[in-house]
């Protein structure tokens, strides 16, 4: 199988596997965010404006503690994340931020609700979107593990489940919107259909959250199908990729047009034409 490409303009969760002896083992709070977890504004400089966020305690008998903390992150078209400390994008929006408290203790089966201000700075340089990451995390209280010998070792699963609420601003009629279309593969499923994987790249300003489809086409012109990809969130100088199923396809020839619409006038399309060949 292969391509050819022209192109055309138109809750975060980590599991720790524990191995102990007699010592103590952390155990993690069950919590839920009941607020949205995207807080998008469309904002000017010089102005804020507040959000808040509401915290479940879903323990009926357990106090909880909470630990709340803005980040930096961004993501890649190979499914890498990454989370860093405040600031560090040029992009961010963290000291925009100022959180009404970091830490909060939620009674059994109670709610906490964490306010916040957004105060963009007064400067006209600003344009496009700017975004952050606000990191939600129970903190660990202890439990005594059930040590029946000295040479016993038991083994336990405990899970920390940590929230991320993107906070997203945007400067109202600022910043161009770019998507580049980067790379290209095909690839098969253990179901023998064709999947078309197409990167894509923000080398924009503000942010996207486009429709991706892909038209397919036989050689001599007649239509296969459309088939969509999933929406997915796409800030500047992030990277993601859409794997497009093109269901079983008979070896021969294809064209497929490739289309990124953001719901207004800006179409990004690619076309591909590919070869499937006979195994």
Known sequence: MNLKCKNYIFPICLFIFFMVTSAAIPAFADISIISELTHEY?????????????????????????????????????????????????????????????????????????????????????????????????IATEIKPDINGEDDINVAIQEIVRFGIQIVASIPGTGKKEIEFTSAGLAKD???????????????????????????????????????GIRKRLFPETSIRQHLNLGVLKPGQYVALVVTDDGDEYIVGAEYKLKIDVE
């Open 42 to 138: 469309s904002i000017k400089p010089g102005l804020e404006t507040k959000g808040k966020i509401i915290i479940k305690n879903k323990s009926s008998n357990e106090e909880v503690s909470v630990r709340i903390s803005p980040q930096d992150y961004s993501f890649n078209s190979d499914g890498e994340t990454f989370y860093k400390k405040p600031g560090s994008l040029e992009r961010s929006c963290t000291g925009w931020l100022n959180l009404e408290r970091s830490l909060v203790h939620i009674p059994p089966d109670s709610i906490a609700t964490i306010n916040y201000t957004l105060a963009v700075p007064d400067d006209e340089k600003l344009i496009g979107t700017y975004w952050c990451i606000i990191i939600v995390e129970p």
């Open 190 to 228: 253990e179901n023998e259909e064709i999947i078309l994987n197409v990167d894509l790249s923000n080398t924009g300003e503000r942010w996207l959250r486009p429709d991706v489809w892909v038209d397919l086409y036989s050689n001599d012109g007649s239509v296969v199908g459309r088939f969509t």
